[in-house]
């Protein structure tokens, strides 16, 4: 009973030291909180927005059609006589599903290969090195327009389109991570004991990559938003009338200069304040997770 005891002892001050970490880190930087406030913020909205929007975001209405913003309308309306902030509200969802859907999957694949090649170098390495730099040779966007021009503007494709070219980032981030770490002392201890070179990479050597590789995360998370927001504004991305970030501004573009200045700027600043938050959220997430802040 007493060893059960001093377990769950150890796991409970092991889960309260994680807690008082996150809470120290959040209060010594009020950027941080705000990031986190925001990103939550975003996050209800996807989940919760589209039931909580005052009208449905693809039901027009002709008699209120491209009406200024008003406390009937918040955002205004568009040309249909849609709502913008129910559309503005519940594109969130979409566009926060394409972002990390496409960074997952991304850094899954981008940490596999990278870790095999830092570890084990030889010829994986080389062939790894040289696939990588032929990808991050074209300019990224551009990358992307192609692989989506290629396979189709479906919301899928925008998806494994985003995470192809994000893929170089984790792979060369890990594999110079890896490769630093793996002659290390702690790295040899464990193999005295007995440790295989796979338990040993994913158990011991990858868990000290994540700190800087929260931080790209978080960027790249904003720049997939971007992304897919730049593929719907030249119409490769999303298709009308589904409710998207970018599709909403290439819609409202044609009508600033008749003085609809509402159907771009409040996507647009809705577009900008969620890449900015993801932007923040980084510095965070690597004090949070890197061992060597935990005091």
């Not at 040899?188 to 070179?197: I, T, Y």
């Amino acid at each position: 009973m007493t060893v059960l005891n001093g377990n769950a002892n150890t796991g409970s001050d092991g889960k309260s030291s994680s807690i008082s970490h996150i809470l120290y880190v959040l209060k010594e930087n009020p950027v941080t909180l705000i990031a986190f406030a925001l990103f939550g913020f975003y996050v209800l909205s996807a989940i919760f927005g589209q039931y909580l929007v005052p009208y449905d975001p693809l039901a027009s209405d002709s008699e209120n059609v491209l009406q200024p913003p008003s406390v009937k309308h918040w955002f205004g309306t568009d040309p249909l006589g849609r709502d913008v902030f129910s559309r503005v509200i519940s594109a969130t969802r979409l566009d926060l599903m394409i972002a990390v859907s496409a960074v997952a999957i991304s850094f899954v694949v981008g940490s596999i290969l990278g870790s095999a090649a830092g570890y084990w170098g030889g010829k994986l390495d080389i062939i790894l090195s040289r696939t990588l730099d032929t990808i991050m040779a074209f300019p990224i966007f551009v990358l992307a327009m192609g692989i989506v021009a290629a396979l189709g503007n479906t919301i899928e494709n925008i998806v494994y389109a985003t995470a192809i070219i994000n893929v170089p980032f984790y792979a060369r981030l890990v594999r110079a991570e890896v490769n630093i770490r793996r002659n290390s002392g702690f790295v040899q201890s464990a193999k005295l004991s007995g440790n295989s070179d796979l338990r040993i990479l994913a158990l011991q050597i990858f868990p000290n990559t994540l700190p800087p590789m929260m931080v790209q995360i978080s960027l790249n998370l904003g720049w997939a938003i971007l992304n897919a927001a730049g593929l719907s504004f030249i119409g490769l991305g999303v298709r009308p009338p589904t409710p998207e970030w970018g599709i909403m501004v290439a819609e409202g573009a044609n009508f600033i200069v008749s003085g609809e200045w509402w159907l771009a700027v409040f996507p647009g600043l809705w577009l900008m304040l969620a890449v900015f938050t993801f932007n923040l959220l980084g510095d965070g997430l690597r004090d949070m997770v890197d061992p060597r802040q935990r005091t």
